[in-house]
């Protein structure tokens, strides 16, 4: 496969037992000996990718052809590929099989390691590749109204910051740099609030039987159907006095136009047939009372995705 432009640091490590450190200074990647082929047996490859600068984060995103030796009883036992932080050791995931590609991992400091191991037994194919990038952990001070604290910030102003930020690490190292780290592990510990669990079920697709039906089914999809839109959570909710972040998520909401109206009437408008809630979790900043500053918390919220569309005229859909 012809690498993009965008990935210069393309590393092969085919022969080596022993851990390869690799300075990362831009976008690259690491992939198993022989991708997107079958990779060879009995192999132990290591990476470990480090950024000079000890306020940037290594963003790993995995390529969608993706497949290892398959798990037994649901542990990757003979072949995996495997992340992991430096630091401490911690396991950020172990991976094998072929249902589908792992989603993308960010290291928790300037390190991460990367470890691809295959035994003596059926090999399979493509093994996997992994594009890697740097993700910067400072606030550049151009978004700082006026370097206030964020205690002493206007919620507006506070909102424009936090919007600014690319992660939630950052978001929670610009609320509270000297303790920061203790605030992101407090996110995770369990409340005796029962948080629901956030999803998204995935969309069936109908099958056209003649040519006929697919040319129509083809209108529809640029006519009224329902479309990924940013939605702005503090406008979606009415939220004025929190913070959301992310600041929009995506939800799918009725769109495209009626020119094709099935009905006569003097107006046809495109409106949701079948809604459906969803939950998204997302970090919640909230100012309290008495000058205490603001609370993080991890929330889960409703939004209403369109599932079914439909043009009707108008007056018709109530």
């Not at 082929?37 to 052809?65: M, Q, T």
């Not at 497949?67 to 003979?78: A, F, I, R, S, V």
């Not at 510990?189 to 999803?199: E, I, L």
Request: glycine fraction near 6%.
């Amino acid at each position: 496969m012809q690498r993009s432009s965008a990935y210069q640091e393309t590393i092969r490590v085919e022969d080596s037992q022993h851990e390869r450190i690799l300075t990362v200074s831009g976008d690259g990647s690491i992939h198993s000996p022989n991708f997107p082929h079958s990779y060879p047996r009995g192999r132990a490859v290591v990476w470990r990718l480090e950024a000079p600068d000890k306020d940037v984060r290594i963003r790993l995103k995995f390529d969608e052809r993706f497949g290892l030796e398959d798990p037994e009883d649901g542990t990757c036992k003979y072949d995996f590929v495997e992340i992991e932080e430096p630091a401490d050791g911690a396991v950020l995931g172990r991976w094998c099989g072929s249902q589908s590609a792992p989603g993308d991992q960010v290291s928790r400091g300037n390190q991460i390691r990367i470890r691809f191991v295959s035994d003596e037994y059926f090999p399979s194919e493509p093994g996997f590749c992994i594009y890697y990038s740097l993700v910067s952990m400072k606030i550049p001070e151009a978004v700082i109204p006026g370097l206030l604290l964020p205690a002493t910030q206007s919620l507006e102003a506070l909102d424009e910051v936090v919007a600014g930020l690319s992660t939630v690490e950052a978001v929670m190292k610009y609320l509270e740099p000297e303790r920061w780290q203790l605030d992101m592990e407090e996110l995770y510990k369990p409340t005796w609030q029962v948080q629901g669990k956030s999803f998204i079920l995935s969309r069936k697709s109908k099958g056209v039987m003649d040519l006929m039906n697919q040319m129509r089914e083809e209108v529809k999809v640029y006519s009224c159907t329902p479309r990924n839109i940013s939605i702005s959570l503090r406008e979606e909710l009415r939220r004025t006095d929190a913070i959301f972040w992310p600041a929009c998520l995506l939800a799918r909401r009725c769109g495209g136009n009626c020119a094709c109206c099935p009905h006569r009437c003097s107006e046809c408008q495109c409106v949701p047939t079948k809604v459906v809630s969803k939950y998204h979790e997302v970090l919640l900043i909230k100012y309290r009372g008495g000058g205490r500053g603001h609370q993080t918390s991890l929330m889960d919220i409703a939004l209403e995705h369109h599932q079914e569309c439909d043009c009707l005229c108008r007056g018709d859909s109530d």
